[in-house]
T-cell receptor
Framework: GAVVSQHPSRVICKSGTSVKIECRSL??????MFWYRQFPKQSLMLMATSNEGSKATYEQGVEKDKFLINHASLTLSTLTVTSAHPEDSSFYICSALGTSPDTQYFGPGTRLTVL | GQQLNQSPQSMFIQEGEDVSMNCTSSSIFNTWLWYKQDPGEGPVLLIA?????ELTSNGRLTAQFGITRKDSFLNISASIPSDVGIYFCAGQAGGKLIFGQGTELSVKP
């Protein structure tokens, strides 16, 4: 149980384009999902908290107009990186909050490379 | 902001040896978690600790939630090659996770 998937697993795009990443909780419902970014050899940094049916809450320093988050259902949250630039290249990981117990379950991550 | 100090940063050990890593914080957490991350993958939950002083085992892994709620340790006994990876501690407060810097474990057969 508590399986979280992400799609795509890898994406390469040109600078200036937008990229959408999906995060799905496969066997449980999650009113809250989280988006993290991880640069090579570094830890996971929380970008934003995604709440079903309401606006996402962004961490300090994360541009909400650049990283658009939509949590339209209890099993799906999407992160759209708009007008991507090479410095946005990173490993993006989502997690879904389970309720029994109150623990975050992580997806496998999406490797974004912006050329 | 809240920060976690995880040590050691890396470990190179022989197969069969025991491993110990720990995390300390300047802040109190209600929950401590330990995750393992393989290259190119998301973190996988190893052990969750919900109560100060709690000692929990999961196979060869043992973790403890410090009495002060500001620290936690993870022990791995009789390491095997598949233990290789990066181990992260995480403290949970206000519904959010704060991660340590990670401990990279290498196991020599």
């Amino acid at each position: 149980g508590a399986v979280v998937s992400q799609h795509p697993s890898r994406v390469i795009c040109k600078s200036g384009t937008s990229v959408k990443i999906e995060c799905r909780s496969l066997d449980f419902q999650a009113t809250t999902m989280f988006w993290y970014r991880q640069f090579p050899k570094q830890s996971l940094m929380l970008m934003a908290t995604s709440n079903e049916g309401s606006k996402a809450t962004y961490e300090q320093g994360v541009e909400k107009d650049k990283f658009l988050i939509n949590h339209a259902s209890l099993t799906l949250s999407t992160l759209t990186v708009t007008s991507a630039h090479p410095e946005d290249s990173s490993f993006y990981i989502c997690s879904a909050l389970g309720t029994s117990p109150d623990t975050q379950y992580f997806g496998p991550g999406t490797r974004l490379t912006v050329l | 902001g809240q920060q976690l100090n995880q040590s050691p940063q890396s470990m190179f050990i022989q197969e069969g040896e025991d491993v110990s890593m720990n995390c300390t914080s300047s802040s109190i957490f209600n929950t401590w978690l330990w995750y393992k991350q393989d290259p190119g993958e998301g973190p996988v939950l190893l052990i969750a600790l919900y109560k100060a002083g709690e000692l929990t085992s999961n196979g060869r892994l043992t973790a403890q939630f410090g009495i002060t709620r500001k620290d936690s340790f993870l022990n791995i006994s009789a390491s095997i090659p598949s233990d290789v990876g990066i181990y992260f501690c995480a403290g949970q407060a206000g519904g959010k996770l704060i991660f340590g810097q990670g401990t990279e474990l290498s196991v020599k057969p």
